[in-house]
């Protein structure tokens, strides 16, 4: 970012962490004027770190990416150009290629994005790839709770933002940490799809749930 011209704050979310991950963060935050932290007190999961940092930020373009270094900050400015020049609201990142377990991640993903294809008509590859770029406009008219954060592409669309894409981002394979996927995860994140198409279809005329 530094051999670019773009100005830019960075905004770090504490989902609760147990390890020294705040003291990091706020010494950080404390010896740069662009570096801001938020901390839970205790873990609230994705979705609400997604909603207070989306409040949060103030910036034309918007831009997140998970904290467990698997993806590559070196893909941020492609993906702010895509917005700035080429006129998308959403760029999501697509890990074409994924160094995560086969059974545990995987073969998840992939019922997940086959499901959220069928439901939205959206053609991404990768819904949940936390590396993302928005207008601000998208994040500050989508709301994200539960495990929806899953689904930011559909809520953005279903929000009126139409100009959707992705782009192939290098995955890495996890150093640090391990993932905190797991069934209950699973079945809540299938759950969340159903409302999600729900309301894809009901939603702009709820008249028709009466036979209208």
């Not at 400015?77 to 160094?99: H, N």
């Not at 995560?100 to 073969?107: G, R």
């Not at 500050?140 to 539960?146: L, S, T, Y």
């Not at 299938?190 to 005329?205: A, E, H, N, P």
Request: net charge positive; hydrophobic share 40%.
């Amino acid at each position: 970012m530094e051999q670019t011209d773009i100005t830019y704050d960075i905004w770090f979310i504490d989902d609760g962490s147990t390890d020294n991950s705040w003291d990091v963060v706020s010494t950080l935050s404390r010896k740069h004027n662009n570096t801001n932290a938020i901390k839970f007190l205790t873990n609230y999961g994705k979705s609400q770190a997604l909603h207070a940092g989306f409040a949060a930020v103030n910036g034309e373009v918007v831009i997140t990416m998970d904290a467990d270094l698997q993806d590559s900050p070196e893909e941020i400015p492609a993906l702010y150009q895509m917005i700035t020049e080429q006129g998308f609201d959403l760029v999501s990142g697509w890990k074409k290629k994924r160094y995560d377990s086969v059974i545990a991640k995987n073969l998840p993903s992939k019922l997940f994005n086959w499901a959220a294809r069928k439901t939205s008509g959206l053609t991404l590859h990768d819904f949940n790839c936390g590396l993302k770029a928005y207008r601000r406009e998208v994040v500050k008219n989508v709301d994200v709770h539960g495990e929806m954060h899953r689904y930011i592409p559909v809520l953005a669309a279903n929000a009126g933002f139409k100009n959707i894409t992705e782009k192939v981002v290098v995955h890495q394979a996890r150093k640090y940490g391990s993932t905190k996927f797991g069934y209950e995860r699973f079945i809540n994140g299938f759950l969340d799809l159903i409302t999600i198409g729900f309301l894809s279809k009901y939603g702009k005329r709820p008249m028709h749930l009466f036979g209208s």
